[in-house]
């Protein structure tokens, strides 16, 4: 049942690191954060893994194995062959801390520039009427665990540190939807979301949706629905041709 | 320490879960500057791994549901050793704050007329489970964390800073509270990024660290469970209470190893989920104890024809309270009735169709089609015990949240008492939004009526530090250095085999003994590395505080000679109502020559405070003389023995 | 440990700060198989696509069956094959203008603006990127922020066109069943016509322009029943937007070459009824 698997391992900071090979003990019925428990237990004490439930709920352990985004602890070993080297590196979009660990801070700068649900006014707590098809969209969305796979992922920040300032990524953008599609909610976001979260520059490329270990379909039932309600609002060609008239005339 | 980092708050909370949130949103809201410590990122806490739902009986699903109900059903899951008080603070109270979670944008699943959703648990009369499928506990944590965030936005519009009034220090861990004269002064913590240490002066402190299920091996807690707070609280001087009663789930995963003890759901039960042994035989109905009988089907036939009409038939025991369960899933298994892996079976396949069961429970599809690569809408689940909540904790005033220790505040799980010998599935969601809130309040009100803050002394700052610094520094020469992680290897192992549902004498000394050693031990761990982000010395650090907590639970264990709620002594099997009057408070007397790294906790018993007399005519006398001895039962209006009145009960 | 050298102008997974890994991507699976897949699959069609529209022959059948490469035939060209024009001809024939040139280019626009389209060729053409956690080329990026690509919010607007031509292939391969002669007949080739424009109708509704006008748009479903049927309706075909988009592509060659086939003589078509 055990074997001998061959890993390789990030190890480092901010100011360099390389990937360090370990061999170590692989049980049946392990994930990959298991074997890196091990490690830590066996071969390297120091060894800095992000991690909390060991259930998948938590979306602490984020990381990348085999050069994709995935949950350490929701990435089960029997999936590799046994003679497959197994590499383990941080989250490539986010400062690195240490070894395993990054600086995942920019999402919650990003959480804090969104406005907040907007209660409307006049109703009292326990007052609250929405029919569950009303909330059906929203509740999938607030399935995120934040695990920022999709933050990681998302080439608009991944290839291009400059676009952090301007982009929200797709967890943030989700929660713009989710807000905006609340059936009590009364504020608005749907220009912001163009022009302060950057859902321009989102192009649907999915891989957001590919890597979310919780299954939303962020891109088909967040993203593309966003980007339909601002073309409501901004892209319509017949209100872009009539401003543009009026533009002329003044 | 002259460059240790420092920072001033009226309200320090430790602990970002949903107590810790509630509380902090609670002093904000009242106008003080408030900081929230947490070991995790913020939004990870351990209240996201709540599954079935928030109890509050707001009448949604089955409107003979009430406080009274609720609070009844309560104190019967605790075997009537709750803090009658918090109980009934917790029924009254826990409608307004699911009502309140909404209007910070919560979603829950509705009824067809547009209200909460509430779902069948164990031990509950009513239908009563707020729920969000089955991750409620995900929706409780991100709609606090979200109104964190709001309360923040609203400080950004007037200050044009975000953190002017309410700060999150996450992945941040206090390791030591700092006191003047007996009362709360501040604390001492390190950033786990840099291992840089830092200082908080904080006239009130509110604990809300959660749980200690750390402690063993096989538990649904996360790492973070390692009983901070209730060790802290100790070495400040506060008491803590009934650490005997530790809650093992009845359902947790069994295979493969690496997830053993990984929470299944109660909503699977509550759903119409049924447990099986390798017979095939729904086993529990041979298990409903005497205090419970009349109460529960007594056939399959009545328990399946409940779900569809409750008010004519009594409810399956599989949704016995979960100490029962649990005990039940041991003795099968005991007795060679188990699944191959040592566990009996959940089935919810030949119960329900495919689509259903993803629907209603998501996670659960998930959890065991990726980590068992089990489906189980075509098979049963294999299921077994696991350590899942302490009853026990911080005592506390019920109405303020407030310990022994002047600006020492507790709420949720590390405060004890509201649970008595055995919670309730649901009450801890719905526990955490109560008391925290309260805890919250009790701070702010403590803070405004202070007339002097106490002031963090420096030499307490550096003894502090030295102690949080202390396992980098070497062995003494000639001693082997020992490696945390084995000795909490060992201490979890020590914990499941000794200290684990079923107890006796024997066994709980052999358990002091070998904390003994461990103690001992812990002086000569050693971390490798540097501060930065270094888990072995996090892991030593948390193993004093897990040493001191098993302690109180050992001691406590060791003492109380009946079975009661999560405390199964096999040498003492039945229920003694000599001890339901009687608490077992665990202290911390600090003498001279102690143990500095983890000072011994000494456990007392003590009397509890009788029930007020019109919650006590709540009960009908004849279920109360199951718990109660004959004079204390003089206070109740129908007399001792007085006929049996319909308790009320569904 | 050392450092791998790092220029100063490093960008994306090597901006100063990540971890230094080295590789820019470290995926050990086959990646760049399905954009290349994808390339080949759309230059395939747009080769085939553009040798029909232009080649201004072979697009009746005496069946009366009508290539939806021609429809609706408005070029005065069309009556080199009579009754293949159902909505008159007024197109100067010109072999620069296809004889569809009312309907093709909204067609290719259609599906050029397609959201699952953009996702193809952002990820196969552009390689922006070509697959997850494989760094892109482009030293900047900006996204459907700005010109052109900020055309692409225009998609609904190619939609209601497409629903119009989606009614007109509709007609013709109904009309198709109704022989001048014959009366009422069904060929092979009808059921072809039939198959795609069933097929067509599936990709046009499954469109996610199409789901947000329907419902998605709305706050309360609750508040309107019969939009949330239609909503949840176009959601499940929405699922399949994908699926659809590549099976039209083949089904779209396929009719037009069974058509083509037919029309030049090189098959007969196989009468069912009548």
């Known amino acids: 049942m055990s074997y001998t698997g061959q890993f390789r391992v990030w190890r480092g900071d901010a100011d360099g690191g390389a990937l360090a090979d370990f061999r170590v003990e692989v049980n049946e019925g392990e994930v ?41 602890c929701m990435t089960r070993m029997s ?70 796979l999709c933050q990681d992922t998302c080439h608009v920040v991944r290839d291009h540190e400059e676009n952090k300032e301007s982009f929200a990524g797709p967890r943030f953008l989700m929660r713009i939807a989710e807000l905006e599609m609340h059936p009590l909610d009364v504020a608005d976001r749907v220009s912001a979301a163009q022009d302060e979260h950057g859902l321009g520059r989102c192009n649907i490329t999915k891989c957001c949706t590919d890597v979310c270990p919780e299954g939303i379909k962020i891109t088909d039932n967040a993203l593309i629905p966003m980007k339909e309600r601002v073309a409501d609002r901004r892209y319509d060609p017949l209100v872009w041709l009539g401003r543009t008239i009026s533009r002329r005339r003044d | 320490m002259t460059d240790t980092e420092r920072h001033e708050y009226d309200v320090l909370v430790i602990g970002a879960g949903g107590a810790g949130l509630r509380a902090a949103i609670e002093a ?26 928030c109890a509050a009986a707001m009448g949604n699903v089955n409107e003979n549901d009430s406080w009274q109900v609720h609070f009844r059903d309560t104190m019967r899951g605790g075997k009537f050793l709750n803090n009658w008080r918090m109980a009934e603070l917790h029924a009254k109270e826990a409608p307004d704050r699911v009502w309140e979670l909404e209007t910070y944008g919560a979603l829950f699943d509705r009824t067809k007329d547009g209200r909460i959703s509430q779902r069948h648990f164990g031990g509950h009369s009513y239908a009563r489970l707020a729920h969000v499928g089955d991750r409620t506990g995900l929706e409780l944590i991100r709609t606090l964390q979200q109104r964190i965030v709001a309360l923040q936005q ?41 291992g840089r240490l830092l200082v908080f002066s904080a006239p009130a402190v509110v604990l809300a660290t959660g749980g200690i299920g750390k402690s063993f091996q096989v538990t649904s807690n996360s790492w973070e469970y390692t009983g901070d707070g209730h060790a802290l609280a100790l070495r400040a001087g506060a008491e803590l209470i009934d650490m005997e009663f530790v809650q093992f789930h009845p359902t947790g995963m069994v295979w493969p190893p690496s997830v053993k003890g990984i929470l299944v759901t109660e909503g699977v039960r509550g759903d119409g989920g049924v447990l099986k042994n390798a017979d095939g035989k729904r086993f529990m109905f041979d298990y409903v104890p005497a205090v419970f009988k ?27 309270p979960r100490d029962e369960v649990a005990r039940a899933i041991n003795t099968e298994v005991k007795e060679g009735r188990g699944s191959p892996h040592g566990g009996v079976y959940l089935d919810i396949a030949s119960r329900m169709k495919p689509e259903e069961i993803k629907r209603r429970l998501p996670s659960m599809y998930h959890q065991f089609k ?60 719905s526990d955490l939004l109560v008391f925290g809130r309260r805890a919250g309040l009790g701070a702010a009100d403590y803070v405004a009526g202070l007339g002097r803050r106490p002031v963090v002394r420096d030499a307490e700052i550096d003894a502090a530090a030295e102690m949080t610094l202390a396992p980098f520094a070497p062995t003494a020469p000639g001693v082997a250095s020992e490696n945390p992680y084995t000795l909490h290897a060992e201490l979890q192992r020590m914990m499941n085999d000794l200290v684990g549902i079923i107890r006796t004498e024997a066994e709980m000394a052999a358990a002091l003994d070998r904390l003994g050693e461990l103690r001992e031990r812990l002086h000569d761990v050693v971390v490798e590395g540097h501060r930065q982000y270094n888990p072995g010395w996090h892991l030593a650090l948390d193993l004093r505080n897990m040493l001191m907590v098993s302690e109180a639970v050992a001691a406590s264990a060791l003492m109380r000679t009946e079975s009661r709620g999560g405390h199964t002594r096999e ?16 202290r911390c007397p600090r003498g001279p020559g102690d143990d500095a790294v983890v000072p011994r906790v000494v456990v007392e018993p003590a009397e509890r405070v009788p029930m007020r007399e019109d919650l006590l005519a709540l009960f009908d006398v004849a279920e109360l003389e199951k718990y109660y001895t004959t004079p204390e039962l003089a206070g109740h209006p129908a007399g001792h023995s007085a006929g049996s009145p319909q308790g009320g009960t569904a | 440990m050392t450092a791998p050298a790092r220029d100063v102008g490093s960008r994306g997974v090597d901006s100063p700060g990540r971890a230094a890994v080295g590789a820019r991507t470290l995926r050990t699976d086959r990646w760049w198989l399905p954009p290349a897949a994808t390339t080949i699959g759309i230059l395939i069609f747009l080769v085939y696509a553009t040798v029909r529209a232009f080649q201004q022959q072979y697009f009746f059948a005496d069946e009366r069956y009508l290539t939806p490469f021609y429809s609706p035939c408005v070029s005065y060209g069309c009556a080199s094959e009579p009754g293949s024009a159902h909505f008159g001809m007024f197109l100067p024939d010109h072999p620069l203008i296809p004889y569809a040139a009312l309907s093709l280019p909204f067609l290719l626009l259609f599906r050029l603006t397609c959201y699952y389209y953009r996702k193809a060729y952002y990820r196969s053409f552009a390689l922006a990127p070509a697959a997850c956690a494989v760094p892109e080329p482009h030293a900047t990026y900006h996204g459907e922020t700005r010109f052109p690509l900020i055309l692409q919010n225009s998609h609904r607007y190619f939609f209601y066109l497409a629903v119009v031509i989606s009614v007109i292939n509709t007609y013709d391969a109904i009309v198709a069943f109704r022989h001048p002669t014959d009366g009422f007949v069904v060929g092979v080739g009808n059921l072809v016509l039939l198959a795609n424009v069933t097929l067509l109708w599936c990709y046009t ?42 099976i039209t592509l083949g089904t779209l060659i396929l009719t037009d070459l069974y058509v083509a086939l037919v029309a030049s003589g090189t098959i007969t078509d196989l009468r069912l009824i009548g």
Not at chain 1, 100 to 109: A, E, F, H, P
Not at chain 2, 571 to 579: E, N, S
Not at chain 3, 211 to 218: A, C, E, K, S
């Open chain 1, 32 to 72: 990959v954060l298991d074997v890196l428990h091990r490690l830590q237990a066996t071969q390297a004490p120091d060894l800095a893994v992000r991690w909390n439930c060991k259930a998948g709920k938590c979306g602490s352990c984020s990381a990348e194995i085999n050069g994709k985004p995935r949950l350490l």
């Open chain 1, 79 to 148: 999936v590799f062959e046994h003679d497959e080297v197994v590499t383990v590196t941080p989250m490539r979009t986010f400062p690195v801390i240490r070894d395993l660990v990054t600086d995942v801070s920019y999402n919650y700068t990003k959480a804090r520039e969104i406005p907040s649900f907007t209660p409307p006014a006049g109703l009292a707590p326990g007052e609250y009427r929405m029919g569950q098809a009303d909330v059906g969209r929203s509740q999938e969305f607030r399935k995120c665990i934040e695990c920022f």
């Open chain 2, 28 to 53: 904000a809201e009242h106008g003080l500057r408030t900081a929230i410590v947490c070991k995790s990122l913020f939004g990870k806490a351990h209240t996201v791994m709540a599954e079935g739902g």
């Open chain 2, 154 to 194: 609203e400080d950004y519009a007037e200050t044009g800073d975000y953190e002017a009034r309410l700060r999150v220090f996450a992945e941040c861990t206090v390791t030591e509270l700092l006191t003047e004269g007996g009362a709360i002064a501040g604390a001492l913590g390190y950033w786990r990024e840099s």
């Open chain 2, 294 to 320: 009349g109460q529960y089907a007594e056939s399959e036939e009545e328990a399946d024809r409940w779900y569809a009409d409750q008010e004519n038939n009594r409810r399956t025991p599989d949704l016995l």
């Open chain 2, 370 to 429: 990726e980590l068992a690569d089990v489906d189980i809408t075509a098979e049963p689940m294999e299921v077994g015990p696991t350590c899942h909540y302490v009853m026990g904790g911080i005592h506390v005033d019920p109405d303020t949240g407030q310990s022994r220790v002047p600006g020492l505040f507790a709420a949720g799980e590390c405060a004890g008492g509201m649970h008595g010998s055995n919670r309730l599935g649901g009450n801890s969601l």
């Open chain 2, 571 to 586: 040498d003492h099997p039945g229920l003694d109502p000599q001890w339901r009057h009687r608490v077992l408070r665990s």
């Open chain 3, 205 to 246: 509704l499954s469109c996610h322009s199409c789901r947000h006008v329907m419902g998605g748009r709305l706050t309360h479903f609750s508040k309107h029943p019969v939009r949330y049927r239609l909503w949840t309706w176009v959601s499940a075909l929405n699922t399949r937007h994908a699926t659809f988009a590549w």
